[in-house]
Structure formats: structure tokens, C-alpha cells
Antibody, heavy 121, light 107 residues
């Protein structure tokens, strides 16, 4: 069974930093692209970032480019996102999601339960 | 960036009715479209991939159609457990984008 468990969401002040983690199990983590997607409370879904299976290529939404850094540790089956210069508009549930295999890497076939990041003074 | 426009935003239906949700892309995306279901308090779940292929374990009452710029998700014989918000998502190009969502309420 595929499981994705996010952690690290807390209340942080504007301008602060935070690292979220996602522990993966039940599938070939090292063979899968991984994504972060966020959802502001009561709002729709927004794709945040993608990292390829080997960790070499990383892509970001314009709204977080230069502030967020995605990474992974295939030896620990874990995905991360380092979030800096946080703004109130970054307040959201953050989901990690598994990408499909090969050319379907942009297909989000399994999602974690999410972790809430609140940016507030 | 590819913009996805869903309609309607909200639909209230009785059990056993058929619901159709539309997703229109701002440019042609072939079959590179997914549908997700998100129930209150839960994370999204994949229903339909590549416009019409049902994902593993999804009930047969959920079906997808379309290609290019116009897509539909149909829920036949609606059940109470189908109360949720439904999102389309394109995988043609980055940034990945989602439609605004359609909330289905059961009367």
C-alpha cells in the first residue's frame, strides 16, 4: 500500500523559514518523481514543485521560485521542501504527491494527508 | 501557463442522478488531463487519468471523456459518498495547473 506522510507544518512568522518532510513507503520511491502541492484553507489546489526520481532536475511554480527548495533522499525514502522568506500567502495545507512512472511523471497518483503551514505574526 | 476552467462551480443533486462536470483548457492538451476527488477534510484522490482511463479501484460510475481543449467527468447514478469537490489537472506542461474545482452536494 502506498503511503505518504507529511510532517513539519507549524505556525511561523512572516519572513521565517521552515522545512517540510514527506516519508514514503509501499512503492519504488527512487523510481518516482515527486511533487509538492498546496491548498490554502477553503481554496483550490496549487502545484508548488517537482523533483525527478534521481533528484537532478527540480521545477518550481513562479510563486515560490527562489524561496523554496525541493530535495529528496532516496536512501531514506523521503521528500523535503525548504521554505524561506515565508509570506502570509504561503499559508496552506502542503501535500506531497507521487508522480507516475516515466512520461507520466506529471500525473499525481497518490497524495499524502497534508501538513498545515500557517504564516502569521 | 495552461489555464483550466471548470463548470459549474457548484451542483446540488439527488442520489441516483447523473452529474456532468466540464473542464476547458486554454490550449490543446491532447489527453493529458486528470480528474481528482477531494472529500471534506481529506486529500485529493485520483479518479481518472489520461482523460478517460479509470484509476485503480475507482467505481465504474465515474467516467471521463474528451480531448484537446474540452473534457467532461460524468458521475452516473450518484451516491451519497460522492459528495466532494472535483478538480481537473493538466499534465501537458509545467507549471502543472488545476481547475478551480466543482463542489457536488447531495440533496
Amino acid at each position: 500500500e502506498v503511503q505518504l506522510v507529511e510532517s513539519g507544518g507549524v505556525v511561523v512568522q512572516p519572513g521565517g523559514s521552515l522545512r517540510l518532510s514527506c516519508a514514503a513507503s509501499g512503492f519504488n520511491f527512487g523510481g518516482s518523481a515527486m511533487h509538492w502541492v498546496r491548498q490554502a484553507p477553503g481554496k483550490g489546489l496549487e502545484w508548488v514543485s517537482l523533483i525527478t526520481s534521481d533528484g537532478v532536475h527540480k521545477f518550481y511554480a513562479d510563486s515560490v521560485k527562489g524561496r523554496f527548495t525541493i530535495s529528496r533522499d532516496n536512501t531514506k525514502n523521503s521528500l523535503y521542501v525548504e521554505m524561506n522568506s515565508l509570506r502570509s500567502e504561503d499559508t496552506a495545507f502542503y501535500y506531497c504527491a507521487k508522480g507516475g512512472v516515466g512520461f507520466t511523471a506529471y500525473l499525481l497518483d497518490y497524495w499524502g494527508q497534508g501538513t498545515l503551514v500557517t504564516v502569521s505574526s | 501557463e495552461i489555464v483550466l476552467t471548470q463548470s459549474p462551480d457548484f451542483q446540488s443533486v439527488t442520489p441516483k442522478e447523473t452529474v456532468t462536470i466540464t473542464c476547458r483548457a486554454s490550449q490543446s492538451i491532447g489527453n493529458d488531463l486528470q480528474w481528482y476527488q477531494q472529500k471534506p477534510g481529506q486529500s485529493p484522490k485520483l479518479l481518472i487519468k489520461h482523460a478517460f482511463q479509470s484509476f485503480s479501484g475507482v467505481p465504474s460510475r465515474f467516467s471521463g471523456r474528451g480531448s484537446g481543449t474540452d473534457f467532461t467527468l460524468t458521475i452516473s447514478s450518484l451516491e451519497a459518498e460522492d459528495a466532494a469537490t472535483y478538480y481537473c489537472q493538466q499534465m501537458r506542461s509545467l507549471p502543472l495547473t488545476f481547475g478551480g474545482g466543482t463542489t457536488v452536494e447531495i440533496k
